[in-house]
């Protein structure tokens, strides 16, 4: 599939940050004009690589966030899950948190998320044009930048309400997008990860990165087969790091500053008081929830306890996006067959064993099995932005409800547990003439 050049044509404002990747900091910033490129010098090849680190830069800016701000998909993922709860007093934050979203009005803590997801997606567009007019066209960049692409469209179909249009910027001004259905989004991003595999000079990283990415959205359209196929050659020990650092304010790991500095998110020790989550921090405690023994007073006061996450332990602590662990995941739901069969043991146990775990065994049951299975996944992914995701296919692919999914009752802090499950396109959409709200809020 190739995409129409001139539509991929737009204005740039880049943060230059090489956050994404193993990189040369010295070589991405040797480009000209680092702070604002206009279409004119988007088109010119000498800004190969002011191009690139600004489409990885937004990209990380999407997946971890933007420090003492909101947080990205991580964050925000997280809190409407059972992973993260809100200890600051931001309604917009506590919006997320207790599911109580109002999808009519804007909602500024996850607003950041999809925006920086847009910006992602276009920017590495658009400078997939300018390397297939340059001699590094096919090349491992070029690869890289296709994935940027589908991860940023996959993580706007896992999160975010159905029926999220693609808009962009052409030479004639602004192309508005139509609503796509989930399974468009899913397809166009399978779409985006072909191209990267295509892509002639690509290495094993750029391929490995995007095999995993095409698994994982086989697997949000409920195809496990052909996402374990999609996977089968990725070594367990492959890992892709989305990179951070001190010393600036868009740079350092946004879930190290949101939790243990400013205390504004907590990791969960177990949510809710009807239906509970997953018991990440409760005692005796896994060895992939790195959760600290003590509490502290959260940013909001009161009580309000902030329980440090431990997994990221500094500002310059990088985030996988993509592992070989991921892999043998995808693998192991493929071979559960729907639960009728425990034969992903066989795959989970190793990987256990890795860390000094006991085996699994057999529960017996369907319904056991899967819940074996995604708490495996869950204690795995632990704050990498797909429990949301996860927890949304428990119910639309596996026929559980939201209240056997969700945390049920009432917070940390006092308020009731709503329904939402889907985080809301925001309000400023709606000066899109084609588009007027979600089509689909369920998961």
Known sequence: MRINKQSRRITIVLALVPLLGACDLDELLEAKDPFTVTPGVARDTANLETLYAGARSQFALAYGGLQNREGGVIVMSGLMSDELYSTDSFGTRRAVDSRTIDYDISNAASDHAFNYLQRARAEALNATELFEGSQRDGGPRHAELFS??????????????????????????????????????????????????????????????????????????????????????????????????????????????MNNEEKRVSASIQEGTINRGLPFGVAPRDPRILVSNTSVIGNAGGDLQTWFQLKYASEGADIPLATGIEARLIEAEAAASNGTSSAYLGTLNPLRNSIGLANLTDPGTAVARVNQLFTERAYWLWLTGQRLSDMRRLIRQYGRTQETVFPTGVTAYGLPFGTSVTLPIPFEEINNPNYTTCTNRGA
């Open 148 to 257: 940027i692409a589908g991860y940023s469209v996959l993580m706007l179909v896992e999160n975010f309400c159905t029926g999220i249009p693609l808009s962009r910027i052409t030479e004639t001004g602004v192309e508005f997008g139509s609503p796509m259905s989930a399974a468009e989004l899913y397809n166009l991003a399978i779409s985006y990860f072909d191209q990267a595999l295509a892509q002639p000079e690509a290495g094993s990283e750029q391929q490995n990165l995007a095999r995993i990415g095409k698994g994982r959205a086989l697997l949000g359209l409920g195809q496990a087969a052909a996402a374990a196929q999609a996977v089968s050659g990725v070594p367990t020990s492959f890992v892709f790091n989305v990179e951070y650092a001190p010393g600036s304010f868009e740079t350092p790991n946004p879930v190290f500053n």
